[in-house]
């Protein structure tokens, strides 16, 4: 059964910037794709980001497109989320999530990820 582990959160100030890691374990991601969801305390389950394991095609939403960049390593089996100019809206926790996608197509939905990470906390401090 695939594992996911998120970590790199942590308290930061604006304009810092911070890079989360998901890591899996127990199988591949191959075929699979890899999403970054956040969730601020009182607001719903939002996407972030997503990227097709084996493209490694990539999108965003409005609210981090050019601030937020997610990349993959391949041999660590790892997907990051990389986040500059952070803004005290980016609080939240972070969940990375996944689910099968022989055709790869990306999805913004929560409902589409079948497995989840435990989160990691950022806090960004005006």
């Known amino acids: 059964q695939l594992q996911l582990v998120e970590s790199g959160g942590g308290l930061v100030q604006a304009g810092d910037s911070l890079r989360l890691s998901c890591t899996a374990s127990?199988?591949?991601?191959?075929?699979?794709?890899v999403g970054w969801f956040r969730q601020a305390p009182g607001k719903e389950r939002e996407f972030v980001s997503g990227?097709?394991?084996?493209?490694?095609?990539?999108y965003y939403a409005d609210s981090v497109k050019g601030r937020f960049t997610t990349s993959k390593d391949t041999d660590k089996n790892t997907v990051y989320l990389q986040m500059n100019s952070l803004k005290t809206e980016d609080t939240a926790d972070y969940y990375c999530?996944?689910?099968?996608?022989?055709?790869?197509?990306?999805?913004?939905?929560?409902?589409?990820?079948?497995?989840w990470g435990r989160g990691t906390q950022v806090t960004v401090n005006s």
């Open positions: 999530a996944v689910y099968y996608a022989p055709f790869q197509v990306p999805s913004y939905s929560a409902e589409d990820y079948r497995i």
């Open positions: 127990g199988g591949s991601l191959s075929h699979f794709v």
């Open positions: 990227i097709r394991w084996n493209s490694g095609g990539e």
